[in-house]
T-cell receptor, first 112, second 114 residues
Framework: AQSVSQHNHHVILSEAASLELGCNYSYGGTVNLFWYVQYPGQHLQLLLK??????LVKGIKGFEAEFIKSKFSFNLRKPSVQWSDTAEYFCAVGTAGNKLTFGGGTRVLVKP | DAGVIQSPRHEVTEMGQEVTLRCKPI?????LFWYRQTMMRGLELLIY????????DSGMPEDRFSAKMPNASFSTLKIQPSEPRDSAVYFC????????????FGQGTRLTVV
């Protein structure tokens, strides 16, 4: 069965700092990869997705992620965070049968 | 489109009572997912449907939980009898057909069992 691991449970950083969140998955077949964001009290929203092609994908709000197939990783990055980026971030893997499995999430707190 | 619609947004019930959560997926989406989110366990996939047929219910915690999808525009998740440990936010999500695994989430139902 597929699984998704997010290395950091909590991240605290100051505004303008750079952010990188790790995500690794285990699955032997073809995958689609996603990062979702959940702002406090809200539902999950898609930040970016990778289906095929260029392994460096850009999403909304200045976020980007890089798919490294050999490492089974899909790390999320943002060069300069803002206070409004305070949220929980979820990595997800879509596999055969359209099954979507999420990682445990990383809570990010950006201090003003 | 209004997106995935869930009702109710909040539910408070007493232990032992039956609880029914409702979901209307985005029109035209073939897949519907039910997730549960708790602090301890994160976001868990409970069950998902394809064209109204349950595909994988291995995440359903126990027999007290059941889910149905009588038609393409409606699904329910029922807990009977409810227990305090069922308290969580339950999300419904839908996605387009095979190969389009991006899921769109509803606002969630916050369930509190006292």
């Amino acid at each position: 069965a597929q699984s998704v691991s997010q290395h950091n449970h909590h991240v605290i950083l100051s505004e303008a700092a750079s952010l990188e969140l790790g995500c690794n998955y285990s699955y032997g077949g073809t995958v689609n990869l996603f990062w979702y964001v959940q702002y406090p009290g809200q539902h999950l929203q898609l930040l970016l997705k990778y289906f095929s092609g260029d392994p460096l994908v850009k999403g909304i709000k200045g976020f980007e992620a890089e798919f490294i197939k050999s490492k089974f990783s899909f790390n999320l990055r943002k060069p300069s965070v803002q206070w409004s980026d305070t949220a929980e971030y979820f990595c997800a893997v879509g596999t055969a049968g359209n099954k979507l499995t999420f990682g445990g999430g990383t809570r990010v707190l950006v201090k003003p | 489109d209004a997106g995935v619609i869930q009702s109710p947004r909040h539910e408070v019930t007493e232990m032992g009572q039956e609880v029914t959560l409702r979901c209307k997926p985005i029109s035209g989406h073939d897949y519907l997912f039910w997730y549960r989110q708790t602090m301890m366990r994160g976001l868990e996939l409970l069950i998902y449907f394809n064209n109204n047929v349950p595909i994988d219910d291995s995440g359903m915690p126990e027999d007290r939980f059941s889910a149905k999808m009588p038609n393409a525009s409606f699904s329910t998740l029922k807990i009977q009898p409810s227990e305090p440990r069922d308290s969580a936010v339950y999300f419904c999500a839908s996605s387009l057909g095979v190969g389009y695994t991006e899921a769109f989430f509803g606002q969630g139902t916050r369930l509190t069992v006292v």
